[in-house]
Protein backbone atom coordinates (compact mmCIF):
# COMPACT_ATOMS: atom_id res chain seq x y z
CA UNK A 1 0.00 0.00 0.00
CA UNK A 2 1.47 3.84 -1.08
CA UNK A 3 1.97 5.97 1.63
CA UNK A 4 -1.37 8.25 -0.17
CA UNK A 5 -3.40 4.71 0.15
CA UNK A 6 -2.15 4.18 3.90
CA UNK A 7 -3.36 7.99 4.77
CA UNK A 8 -6.56 7.90 3.04
CA UNK A 9 -7.77 4.12 4.76
CA UNK A 10 -6.46 6.19 7.93
CA UNK A 11 -8.32 9.03 7.65
CA UNK A 12 -11.75 7.25 6.97
CA UNK A 13 -11.07 5.11 10.27
CA UNK A 14 -10.85 8.20 11.68
CA UNK A 15 -14.05 9.62 10.40
CA UNK A 16 -15.97 6.67 11.50
CA UNK A 17 -14.44 7.38 15.35
CA UNK A 18 -15.41 10.97 14.54
CA UNK A 19 -18.61 10.67 14.20
CA UNK A 20 -18.99 8.10 16.99
CA UNK A 21 -17.26 10.48 18.87
CA UNK A 22 -19.27 13.98 18.25
CA UNK A 23 -22.41 11.53 18.45
CA UNK A 24 -21.79 11.13 22.08
CA UNK A 25 -20.22 14.74 22.79
CA UNK A 26 -22.62 17.75 22.20
CA UNK A 27 -20.18 20.53 22.36
CA UNK A 28 -20.58 23.35 24.63
CA UNK A 29 -19.86 26.60 23.54
CA UNK A 30 -16.77 28.47 24.82
CA UNK A 31 -16.01 29.88 28.11
CA UNK A 32 -15.66 33.36 28.68
CA UNK A 33 -12.02 32.55 30.06
CA UNK A 34 -10.34 29.81 27.91
CA UNK A 35 -6.99 29.02 28.93
CA UNK A 36 -4.08 28.01 25.81
CA UNK A 37 -2.13 25.11 28.12
CA UNK A 38 1.34 24.54 26.32
CA UNK A 39 2.40 21.06 26.15
CA UNK A 40 6.37 20.66 26.29
CA UNK A 41 7.65 16.89 25.82
CA UNK A 42 11.41 16.95 27.04
CA UNK A 43 14.28 14.58 25.88
CA UNK A 44 16.14 12.91 28.88
CA UNK A 45 19.21 13.65 30.10
CA UNK A 46 20.80 10.67 29.32
CA UNK A 47 19.37 10.67 25.87
CA UNK A 48 20.88 14.29 25.36
CA UNK A 49 24.21 15.19 23.45
CA UNK A 50 24.71 18.59 25.98
CA UNK A 51 22.05 18.91 28.58
CA UNK A 52 22.93 22.19 29.46
CA UNK A 53 22.31 23.16 25.50
CA UNK A 54 18.76 21.56 26.01
CA UNK A 55 18.06 23.51 28.87
CA UNK A 56 19.31 26.60 27.55
CA UNK A 57 16.77 26.66 24.38
CA UNK A 58 14.35 25.34 26.67
CA UNK A 59 14.76 28.57 28.92
CA UNK A 60 14.36 30.72 25.56
CA UNK A 61 11.31 28.88 25.18
CA UNK A 62 9.93 29.49 28.19
CA UNK A 63 11.08 33.12 28.68
CA UNK A 64 8.66 33.86 24.66
CA UNK A 65 5.73 32.28 27.36
CA UNK A 66 6.33 34.65 30.32
CA UNK A 67 6.47 37.29 27.79
CA UNK A 68 3.24 36.80 26.64
CA UNK A 69 0.67 39.62 26.89
CA UNK A 70 -2.12 37.44 28.31
CA UNK A 71 -1.83 35.70 30.98
CA UNK A 72 -4.43 33.13 30.56
CA UNK A 73 -1.44 30.65 30.01
CA UNK A 74 0.23 27.64 31.33
CA UNK A 75 2.80 25.16 30.48
CA UNK A 76 3.62 21.73 31.07
CA UNK A 77 6.67 20.27 30.90
CA UNK A 78 7.06 16.52 31.05
CA UNK A 79 10.36 14.46 31.09
CA UNK A 80 12.55 11.92 33.28
CA UNK A 81 14.90 14.96 34.57
CA UNK A 82 13.48 18.44 35.73
CA UNK A 83 16.01 21.24 33.89
CA UNK A 84 17.78 23.16 35.10
CA UNK A 85 17.39 27.25 35.15
CA UNK A 86 13.56 27.20 34.86
CA UNK A 87 11.39 28.65 37.45
CA UNK A 88 8.51 26.25 38.08
CA UNK A 89 5.38 28.09 39.65
CA UNK A 90 1.86 28.53 39.01
CA UNK A 91 2.45 29.15 35.55
CA UNK A 92 5.19 26.43 34.53
CA UNK A 93 5.10 22.98 35.77
CA UNK A 94 6.87 19.98 36.03
CA UNK A 95 4.93 16.57 35.02
CA UNK A 96 7.97 13.59 35.35
CA UNK A 97 7.66 10.33 33.14
CA UNK A 98 8.76 7.58 34.82
CA UNK A 99 9.73 5.03 32.14
CA UNK A 100 14.11 5.75 31.95
CA UNK A 101 14.91 6.65 28.34
CA UNK A 102 18.09 4.13 27.22
CA UNK A 103 19.53 4.77 24.11
CA UNK A 104 20.09 1.75 21.80
CA UNK A 105 20.52 1.40 18.30
CA UNK A 106 17.62 0.75 17.51
CA UNK A 107 15.93 3.85 18.90
CA UNK A 108 19.31 6.25 18.87
CA UNK A 109 17.27 8.83 16.43
CA UNK A 110 14.20 9.41 18.33
CA UNK A 111 12.80 9.50 21.43
CA UNK A 112 9.82 9.15 23.34
CA UNK A 113 8.14 12.32 22.39
CA UNK A 114 4.25 10.72 21.39
CA UNK A 115 4.43 8.77 24.82
CA UNK A 116 4.94 12.29 26.81
CA UNK A 117 2.36 14.03 24.92
CA UNK A 118 0.01 11.46 25.79
CA UNK A 119 0.60 11.75 29.63
CA UNK A 120 0.23 14.83 29.33
CA UNK A 121 -2.88 14.63 27.54
CA UNK A 122 -4.00 11.97 30.29
CA UNK A 123 -2.72 14.05 33.08
CA UNK A 124 -5.06 17.44 31.82
CA UNK A 125 -8.00 15.19 31.09
CA UNK A 126 -8.25 13.95 34.80
CA UNK A 127 -6.85 16.87 36.41
CA UNK A 128 -8.28 19.76 34.00
CA UNK A 129 -12.10 20.94 34.71
CA UNK A 130 -12.16 24.17 32.21
CA UNK A 131 -12.04 24.78 28.67
CA UNK A 132 -9.68 26.10 25.99
CA UNK A 133 -6.39 25.25 24.00
CA UNK A 134 -3.83 23.23 23.84
CA UNK A 135 -0.61 23.87 22.24
CA UNK A 136 1.82 21.38 21.67
CA UNK A 137 5.02 23.29 21.74
CA UNK A 138 8.43 22.00 21.33
CA UNK A 139 11.30 23.02 24.09
CA UNK A 140 13.00 24.86 21.28
CA UNK A 141 10.57 27.21 19.65
CA UNK A 142 9.66 30.72 20.84
CA UNK A 143 5.87 31.65 20.24
CA UNK A 144 5.15 35.68 19.30
CA UNK A 145 4.38 37.80 22.83
CA UNK A 146 0.48 38.09 21.32
CA UNK A 147 -0.29 34.72 20.79
CA UNK A 148 -2.01 33.69 23.62
CA UNK A 149 -4.01 37.09 23.76
CA UNK A 150 -5.25 36.44 20.09
CA UNK A 151 -6.68 33.07 20.94
CA UNK A 152 -8.31 34.02 23.76
CA UNK A 153 -9.75 37.13 22.74
CA UNK A 154 -10.91 35.27 19.49
CA UNK A 155 -11.77 32.07 21.15
CA UNK A 156 -13.34 30.16 18.30
CA UNK A 157 -14.19 27.43 19.97
CA UNK A 158 -11.91 25.38 16.89
CA UNK A 159 -8.95 25.44 17.36
CA UNK A 160 -5.94 27.56 15.43
CA UNK A 161 -2.92 26.79 13.50
CA UNK A 162 0.21 29.06 12.86
CA UNK A 163 0.69 29.57 8.87
CA UNK A 164 2.89 32.08 8.94
CA UNK A 165 6.35 32.56 11.37
CA UNK A 166 9.92 32.34 10.59
CA UNK A 167 12.91 30.04 10.87
CA UNK A 168 15.94 31.22 12.64
CA UNK A 169 19.30 29.07 12.69
CA UNK A 170 20.67 29.79 16.23
CA UNK A 171 24.40 29.09 14.99
CA UNK A 172 24.07 31.90 12.92
CA UNK A 173 21.44 33.78 13.78
CA UNK A 174 20.14 34.17 10.14
CA UNK A 175 15.95 34.11 9.44
CA UNK A 176 13.86 33.08 6.57
CA UNK A 177 10.46 33.76 6.18
CA UNK A 178 8.15 30.65 6.38
CA UNK A 179 4.74 31.13 4.94
CA UNK A 180 2.13 31.16 1.78
CA UNK A 181 4.46 31.64 -1.80
CA UNK A 182 4.67 34.64 -3.52
CA UNK A 183 6.44 35.74 -6.84
CA UNK A 184 8.95 37.32 -3.73
CA UNK A 185 8.94 34.31 -2.19
CA UNK A 186 8.59 31.31 -4.63
CA UNK A 187 10.33 28.68 -2.85
CA UNK A 188 8.26 29.38 0.47
CA UNK A 189 6.58 27.01 2.60
CA UNK A 190 3.82 27.33 5.18
CA UNK A 191 5.21 27.17 9.34
CA UNK A 192 2.87 24.62 10.17
CA UNK A 193 4.40 22.38 7.20
CA UNK A 194 7.96 22.50 8.36
CA UNK A 195 7.16 22.96 12.25
CA UNK A 196 5.44 20.88 15.04
CA UNK A 197 4.85 23.81 16.96
CA UNK A 198 1.82 25.05 14.99
CA UNK A 199 -1.75 23.93 16.26
CA UNK A 200 -3.59 24.95 19.47
CA UNK A 201 -5.88 22.69 19.38
CA UNK A 202 -9.74 22.95 20.95
CA UNK A 203 -10.05 21.02 24.86
CA UNK A 204 -13.19 21.18 26.88
CA UNK A 205 -13.29 19.14 30.19
CA UNK A 206 -16.42 20.45 31.92
CA UNK A 207 -17.94 17.53 31.60
CA UNK A 208 -15.52 14.99 32.17
CA UNK A 209 -12.48 13.58 30.32
CA UNK A 210 -14.35 12.57 26.54
CA UNK A 211 -11.95 15.31 25.05
CA UNK A 212 -9.04 13.16 25.50
CA UNK A 213 -10.04 11.35 22.56
CA UNK A 214 -9.27 14.37 19.99
CA UNK A 215 -6.80 15.22 21.44
CA UNK A 216 -4.92 11.95 21.43
CA UNK A 217 -5.83 11.67 17.59
CA UNK A 218 -4.32 14.98 16.52
CA UNK A 219 -1.19 12.82 15.22
CA UNK A 220 2.03 14.45 13.42
CA UNK A 221 1.46 17.97 12.56
CA UNK A 222 1.27 17.76 8.90
CA UNK A 223 -1.64 15.53 9.45
CA UNK A 224 -3.32 17.90 12.30
CA UNK A 225 -5.88 19.65 10.06
CA UNK A 226 -7.87 16.70 8.82
CA UNK A 227 -7.54 14.46 12.25
CA UNK A 228 -9.31 17.25 13.89
CA UNK A 229 -11.13 17.93 11.30
CA UNK A 230 -12.92 14.33 11.42
CA UNK A 231 -14.38 14.92 15.47
CA UNK A 232 -15.49 18.01 14.23
CA UNK A 233 -12.95 20.79 14.31
CA UNK A 234 -11.81 23.03 11.83
CA UNK A 235 -8.92 25.21 12.89
CA UNK A 236 -8.15 28.72 11.95
CA UNK A 237 -5.40 30.42 10.83
CA UNK A 238 -3.77 33.18 13.15
CA UNK A 239 -3.85 36.43 11.32
CA UNK A 240 -0.22 37.30 11.90
CA UNK A 241 3.39 35.48 12.39
CA UNK A 242 3.17 33.86 15.14
CA UNK A 243 6.11 31.41 15.96
CA UNK A 244 9.55 31.44 15.25
CA UNK A 245 11.03 27.89 14.58
CA UNK A 246 14.43 27.48 16.19
CA UNK A 247 17.00 25.13 14.21
CA UNK A 248 20.84 24.41 14.32
CA UNK A 249 21.44 25.02 18.06
CA UNK A 250 23.10 21.24 18.34
CA UNK A 251 20.28 19.09 20.04
CA UNK A 252 17.57 18.89 17.08
CA UNK A 253 16.43 15.58 16.11
CA UNK A 254 16.23 16.50 12.28
CA UNK A 255 20.46 17.40 13.22
CA UNK A 256 20.40 13.27 14.51
CA UNK A 257 18.72 12.13 11.30
CA UNK A 258 21.62 14.01 9.34
CA UNK A 259 18.74 16.27 7.62
CA UNK A 260 19.57 19.58 8.42
CA UNK A 261 21.21 20.58 5.12
CA UNK A 262 17.74 20.68 3.55
CA UNK A 263 16.95 23.27 6.76
CA UNK A 264 19.98 25.43 6.08
CA UNK A 265 18.93 25.38 2.25
CA UNK A 266 15.24 26.39 2.75
CA UNK A 267 17.30 29.49 4.92
CA UNK A 268 19.43 30.53 1.87
CA UNK A 269 16.61 30.39 0.03
CA UNK A 270 14.47 32.71 1.83
CA UNK A 271 16.38 34.28 4.16
CA UNK A 272 15.22 38.13 5.42
CA UNK A 273 17.43 40.80 4.81
CA UNK A 274 18.87 42.52 7.74
CA UNK A 275 16.53 45.06 8.43
CA UNK A 276 13.45 42.62 8.37
CA UNK A 277 15.72 40.42 10.26
CA UNK A 278 16.04 43.27 13.03
CA UNK A 279 11.85 44.03 12.45
CA UNK A 280 11.65 40.52 13.63
CA UNK A 281 13.90 39.94 16.82
CA UNK A 282 12.19 43.31 17.91
CA UNK A 283 8.72 42.11 17.64
CA UNK A 284 9.62 38.48 19.36
CA UNK A 285 12.10 40.12 21.76
CA UNK A 286 14.92 37.90 20.86
CA UNK A 287 17.68 40.14 22.57
CA UNK A 288 15.74 39.65 25.88
CA UNK A 289 14.85 35.49 24.85
CA UNK A 290 19.13 35.13 24.32
CA UNK A 291 20.89 36.88 26.53
CA UNK A 292 23.89 35.09 25.57
CA UNK A 293 23.53 35.76 21.72
CA UNK A 294 25.13 39.11 20.35
CA UNK A 295 22.46 41.53 19.96
CA UNK A 296 20.33 40.70 17.06
Known sequence: MSDASERRAQLKALQQKGAAWQAANAPLPPSTAPEVIFATPLISKNRAFDWDVI???????????????????????????????????AHVQFLPYAVPDTETDKNALNFDKWLKIKQMTAHL??????????????ADDIVHPDLV???TADNNGQGYYITHGYMMDLGSLQMAYLGARSLRRPFAKSFNRE???????????????????PLNARGRHKDMHENLAAYGFILQPVPFAAALYVVNHGENIRQRRGK?????????RN?????????????????DLFPDKPPL
Open 55 to 89: CANLAATVRSLRNQTSDQWRMLICGQDQPKGITFD
Open 195 to 213: CGSCVAARFDFRHGPAFAE
Open 149 to 151: AHI
Open 260 to 268: MDAKISYLR
Open 125 to 138: STSESGDGYLFQLD
Open 271 to 287: RLNAAAARDVAQAFQLN
